[in-house]
């Protein structure tokens, strides 16, 4: 949303994205993550595999645990630091403006409708920032 775009989001964690990592290192590409994707469509659908193969526009993947920045790791609050995600969403400076589920000020760390609201909150930090007349 906001667009009418027709897309399916599929997520795995655990020993289930485990055993797709295998499956993606023992076919030396994603076609047979892709496969596997499909085959658990088609079941769902009651759909052949070529049907679905047809209606496919485009697929892509990440791998978070391979990410360098995300290491496979949503943000967490450690004990001792409740006042890390508000401290962290302080501009600085008037300049630097910080977003992200870590930045999440209303308890939901580490998941994507924080990312988008904080995103927001930082778009209106910035706003709010233009509107200051500065000697």
């Not at 949303?1 to 289930?16: Q, R, V």
């Not at 595999?49 to 990410?67: I, M, R, V």
Request: hydrophobic share 40%; charged share 20%; proline share 6%.
């Amino acid at each position: 949303m906001p667009h009418l775009t027709p897309m399916l989001t599929a997520w795995a964690g655990g020993p289930k994205a485990e055993a797709l990592q295998r499956l993606i290192a023992s076919s030396g590409d994603r076609r047979g993550l892709l496969n596997q994707c499909l085959t658990t469509l088609g079941k769902v659908f009651e759909l052949p595999l070529s049907d679905l193969e047809k209606l496919l526009l485009s697929c892509h993947t990440h791998d978070w645990h391979a990410d360098e920045y995300a290491r496979g790791a949503y943000s967490y609050v450690p004990a001792g630091a409740l006042d890390a995600p508000e401290r962290m969403a302080q501009p600085v400076e008037d300049t630097l403006y910080f977003a992200g589920e870590h930045t999440d000020t209303s308890g939901h760390w580490g998941t994507v409708h924080a990312a988008l609201a904080s995103g927001m909150r930082a778009a209106r930090q910035v706003l709010n920032s233009r509107l200051i007349v500065r000697p």
